[in-house]
């Protein structure tokens, strides 16, 4: 007996062996399929999401994922899932001929611009005014999450309504639109998570004061200028080269720098970058500590009281989007502390210091103390009613207020003083519809002249797009390139009437930034020196 039960060892060992062998395979497979998804999930969060605020780059200037593939129907982890052993299932992770969506690309961090981005285009100077040549530019987005299942067809339809249809299609035809850098061929194409879109548009931007970017100082830590009005410090909107970031590093070649206060555009003055992120970090824990004095000056509608006045009224945001604050019970606290200069008779300069950083706080407690800016296009505007924001006192709600500010400037073609384009008008902050309470006879007369004007320019130009003649594939790009004229491009046909140079100046100025071991300080502007007259 003894004898017999050696003789069973071996095939007791192997059926024992035969069990083990198909457990070992089974965790294995358990264990492989988690860590990929663990993988996936890292890439995406490395990659996938932009920054809500950085300081220096725009998502024109994001690195895009790779080239998208579609990989063959067994290849890859597709193959290995669709060859099933034993005991197992048949597991697919997509149907043949299903489009499969690459992971996306991480990103650097902190992506700044560099000569390729200088490179886009070149300046101009014409009637006092610095101009940009018309250039293309990429539109780099990764699919966000409400648009997931969606048709291209249903989002431009929907979100992207400052062109017709017809002009996706035509920029479809003539390989504009791209998907996971793979030429879109048709609009019914269904968006998945992470699928990278590219829209190549024939790019023109508002001119800006031909007025210099001085430097102030520089040295290993920081760069100061003084920053002339109507430039906006970083891109943003229709600005990209007309920004104080880009003409710092085309014609001074400064790059890698990290703004460390904000100026409106319209706000002339000192202005402070780091040259390296410590130093910025090290500046910006000084603001979060008070330790930052700031000055400004302006001047006013009035004769401003001569003794020194505070003004503590919380600041509400009306409107993100637009750009309009005002004052209201509900919003944040605000502290800021006024002295008058001088008095001309018709106006009064006014130095400020605002102890908050709040968006507009100057501007819109002077509007609440009755002696807003003078040439200020928001705050002393017609559209907040007879007592145009004095005291709190608005004769409308926000709806309207909102709508009668965007009317006024559409009219006068100056869209920009509010930061939009005549795109963004599809998201309902205007209706044809409701009234305009505040405009008057006169004023609803010219909104309407202009706005014929240009509804007769943008048919002229959208009667072209279905008829279009554009050779597909590369030809057709190949045959716009370094041209300022698109026959795509809306722009292009419109006959924009340019700014005069003093519209582009508002009478308030950063006159002196000073922290615990520094202090910059700019000349005091000709509209605020004791001879000024108005014009």
Known sequence: MRLAGRQWLPFLFQWRFALRRPRFTRTWASWKDPMAETLAIGAEVAGGLKAPAQQNGDAGSQEPSGPGVEPAPESGEQALAATPGPDKRKKRRGATGERIVPPPKKRRAGVSFGDEHFAETSYYFE???RKVRPYYFDFQTYCKGRWVG??????????FRAHPLAYYEAAVRAGRLRLNEERVQDLSIVLKDNDFLRNTVHRHEPPVTAEPVRLLAENEDVVVVDKPSSIPVHPCGRFRHNTVIFILGKEHQLQELHPLHRLDRLTSGVLMFAKTAAVS???HEQVRDRQLE?????????????EKVTCKEPILVVSYKVGVCRVDPRGKPCETVFQRLSYNGHSSVVRCQPLTGRTHQIRVHLQFLGHPILNDPIYNSVSWGPSRGRGGHISKTDEELLRDLVAEHQAKQSLDVLELCEGDLSSGLTDSTARSSELGKSGLEELAKAAQKMD???EAAHQDLGTLALAPGDAAEADVVNQETDPLCEECRLVRQDPLPQDLVMFLHALRYKGPDFEYSSPMPAWAQDDWQES
Not at 150 to 159: A, I, N, P, Q
Not at 294 to 306: I, L, M, S
């Open 127 to 129: 009637g006092g005014l």
């Open 150 to 159: 969606r048709s291209l067809l249903d989002v431009f339809s929907t979100e």
């Open 281 to 283: 970090e090290r500046i």
């Open 294 to 306: 700031k000055e400004y000056v302006c001047r006013v509608e009035g004769e401003f009281p001569a």
């Open 456 to 458: 007769r320019a943008r």
